[in-house]
Structure formats: structure tokens, C-alpha cells
């Protein structure tokens, strides 16, 4: 799981923990980072190996999307990575819905281009397509 944790308000983290719960009860096993990850880490090296782990070991991503989050971006970007070498790893963006698209390049963007399965080949169009989509019909 990517979300926010440093700055999460009660808000975000009250959203993300329904979303764990729904996967968990799912069947699914969830690392949710503010509720699974020691936080106590002078660095924030030991963070980021263990998220590594995580992304690494994972059948399923999911990211709820908050772009002030630093640590999701970093997240998200190792998750990208992750996607070359093992491209049958699949990302979910649980809030799709909440993210805006833009009519300039932002990583929001990109994280709703990795959500469709879009690449650098598709187009500001072909994204604003899906999301169109998606809005009209979430469950499809």
C-alpha cells in the first residue's frame, strides 16, 4: 500500500484504513505503512528498504493517491521501476476518482496513466478519455 504517512490528516488515514479493510477481509494480506511500519527511523533509510520490500514481494500495489505526499511520490516511483522487471505486478490506484487530471505534465498524471495501464506512447487525450470513462462507469 502507498499512501500518506508523515503528513496524513485523521481524514486520510481513517479513508485508507476502510480501503485495507476491505482487501483484507478480501483475503488479501496488506502492509499498510503507517500502521505497519516502525516509523522511529532517523534516516528514513530503513523506511525505504522496507517499503522496497514490500513493492518487491507484492502481487498487487495499490496507492491512495495524495500528491503532497514526498514519500508516496518515492513509492510510487520505485513501483514504476518495479513494473520493468516484473510487469505482471499490478497497481491500483484506490482514488482515482479524487485525482484531477491536468492539462500539463504532473505526476498525477502519471499515476493515472499507470493506474489505465497507459504509457509514455498515449496521449493528454487518451488519459482524459479514460478518466472520462472511469467517472462514468467506476466499475467497469
Not at 45 to 65: F, L, N, P, S
Not at 91 to 106: A, C, L, Q, Y
Amino acid at each position: 500500500m502507498i499512501c500518506s504517512v508523515r503528513n496524513a490528516t485523521e481524514e486520510e488515514k481513517a479513508k485508507v484504513l476502510n480501503y485495507v479493510e476491505v482487501l483484507e477481509k478480501a483475503g488479501h494480506t496488506v502492509r499498510c505503512p503507517f500502521r505497519d511500519t516502525n516509523q522511529d527511523d532517523e534516516t528514513g533509510m530503513r523506511i525505504v528498504e522496507e517499503h522496497e520490500g514490500d513493492i518487491i514481494w507484492a502481487d498487487e500495489i495499490h496507492i491512495i493517491w495524495n500528491s503532497n505526499s514526498q514519500g508516496s511520490l518515492w513509492d510510487a516511483a520505485q513501483t514504476r521501476m518495479a513494473m520493468h522487471f516484473m510487469p505482471e505486478k499490478k497497481i491500483v490506484v484506490g482514488n482515482v476518482g479524487e485525482i484531477n487530471v491536468t492539462d500539463h505534465k504532473s505526476y498525477s498524471n502519471a499515476i493515472l496513466m499507470t493506474h489505465f495501464g497507459l504509457s509514455a506512447a498515449n496521449t493528454l487525450e487518451d488519459l482524459k478519455n479514460c478518466y472520462k470513462k472511469f467517472i462514468k462507469n467506476p466499475r467497469s
